[in-house]
């Protein structure tokens, strides 16, 4: 390798690792932090961001960039140059103060997030919320995103090329047969389940969840399990994958699908090739392919039948004494009994992308000016009733339940619902390629799935673009109809409509 591009993958290298360093700065403040130590914590992110910041954008990485863009390359080095190249605008555009400043303010507005939603105090929240909204617009016009086009420029950062009109055009029919779907349940009756509320000891949960996640395959030399109030999946290092979940007594699935779901997301990040290791290529090729992956664990593989006649048994034996009466096919049509709710993150399949359509109206009317935060509540509700019939009694339940919002990630929400489209997609392809899926299983052996996965998404990292990535392995494009295809088949069969 010549010295160009050595110094290249040098700069990359580096930043990298004052990005892995504040990420373990986050992971901690999500796992351990005592409540005293945020603001100081605030600080110490946003410094480690703006080091960050200056040293990606000083004019060195440019200048080596525009020339290493005019040599002869390898298809990796095109690849990584690509991706720098994107990274490297995306951060040379924003003036270093609005990144201090965004970065700072992100930590106060989580910590005032965490005390409203406790207080069901939407009115602490809401000049925050208002300066999220600001830093989010002065980003969007930073790269070139004004006017009507602030919306779409927020959803690229995380599904790059993705328009609201395209989403949009997706949403619709997704709205239009989930609804009425929902429609047809709602008059059906309902499996038996209150055996899924029971008292289950948060410890003997803490021993299944980590069965759970080593028996997916999850490889603990490189990663761990631990809890926080939001699940979620963090990259510490190459070799590091952090994991969340969530233990209540009284809801044992809601640990179970978090532990699953956040696996699919490690389970990509532990799969990137070698070679991209250090690099701005290790990474998801965008938000929703990511969330496909969590998605296909947590709910095509986690939700089906085959899986739960080899777990439940599991289950019963580290909670002696419950459960005894329960047959496989009745927990499988418990852990998938629908609901319309109020909380997101409870969700079944049926309503979830419902719950994000609603987010993607709100966050489309904010930025186009239509709808103002103190407004912001009672549009909450009356959509909701629309699309439910259920009103939230409080903010807390409401407006205020999810922490995106207040940490200025706006554009994000979409990308679970795009995540659904696309795991069914690949999911179909993985069926045609290992028709011996299902056995497997239900045998409770997931090698084969993970090696199909590693070999045809998880391996490339953000080399392909999503929409290539996509065309590549199942020479598809983006398409609510094998997701609709599926709910429907399930759900016609479970519910015998
Ligand atoms: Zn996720």
Request: aromatic fraction near 12%.
């Amino acid at each position: 390798m010549n010295r160009l591009w050595e110094q290249l993958f040098c700069i990359d290298r580096e930043c990298r690792r004052l990005e892995k360093a504040a990420a373990v700065l986050q992971w901690d403040q999500e796992t351990n932090l005592p409540p005293g130590g945020i603001e100081e914590r605030a600080e110490q992110i946003a410094l480690l961001q703006s080091i960050w910041h200056r040293k990606f954008t000083d004019g060195e990485t440019g200048r080596l960039l525009d020339r290493a863009e005019a040599e002869d390359a390898s298809p990796l080095e095109r690849d990584f140059c690509r991706v720098l190249r994107r990274n490297y605008d995306r951060a040379v555009k924003l003036p270093g103060e609005l990144v201090r400043d965004a970065a700072r303010a992100e930590g106060l507005s989580q910590a005032a997030w965490v005390e409203a939603r406790r207080n069901n105090d939407f009115a602490s929240f809401a000049p925050h919320l208002k300066a999220m909204i600001g830093f989010a617009r002065a980003k969007a016009g930073c790269w070139g995103f004004e006017g009507p086009r602030t919306y779409d420029g927020l959803l690229d950062v995380y599904e790059p090329g993705l328009t609201a009109g395209e989403t949009e055009a997706l949403f619709t029919p997704l709205r239009e047969g989930l609804t009425g779907l929902l429609q047809k349940i709602g008059r059906a009756s309902p499996p038996e389940d209150a055996f899924l509320e029971w008292n289950y000891p948060v410890e003997d949960q803490v021993r299944f969840n980590r069965e759970l996640m080593e028996g997916l395959g999850f490889d603990t030399r490189r990663g761990r399990l631990d809890t926080s109030a939001h699940p979620f999946t963090t990259s510490l290092g190459f070799d590091d994958i952090r994991i969340t979940t969530r233990y209540d007594p009284n809801q044992v699935l809601s640990g179970i699908f978090s532990t699953i779901h956040e696996s699919g997301h490690a389970f990509y990040e532990l799969g990137f090739a070698p070679e991209l290791r250090g690099t701005c290529l290790a990474e998801g090729a965008s938000m929703a392919i990511h969330e496909s992956q969590s998605r296909l664990w947590e709910n095509v593989i986690g939700r089906s039948r085959p899986f739960w006649e080899f777990w439940l048994p599991r289950l019963k034996a580290r909670f002696p004494g419950r459960l005894s009466e329960t047959g496989p096919e009745a927990f499988y049509r418990a852990v998938n009994r629908v609901r319309p709710s109020l909380i997101r993150v409870e969700a079944d399949e049926v309503t979830y992308a419902l719950h994000i359509i609603l987010r993607f109206e709100l966050e489309k009317r904010l930025f186009a000016g239509t709808l103002q935060v103190e407004e912001l509540p009672g549009a909450w509700r009356g959509l909701m009733r629309e699309f439910f019939g259920l009103e939230p009694p409080t903010d807390a339940d409401g407006v205020l339940q999810d922490v995106h919002w207040s940490m200025g990630s706006f554009g994000y929400f979409p990308s679970y619902a795009l995540g659904n489209l696309y795991s069914l997609q690949f999911w179909g392809k993985l069926r045609r390629d290992l028709p011996e899926a299902e056995t497997r299983i239900r045998e409770g052996k997931f090698e084969t799935i993970r090696q199909w996965l590693r070999e045809n998404i998880y391996s490339r990292g953000c080399r392909p673009e999503p929409a290539e990535l996509l065309r590549t392995v199942t020479g598809e494009k983006l398409s609510v109809a094998p997701f609709l295809e599926y709910i429907k088949d399930k759900y016609t069969e479970l519910y015998g409509l």
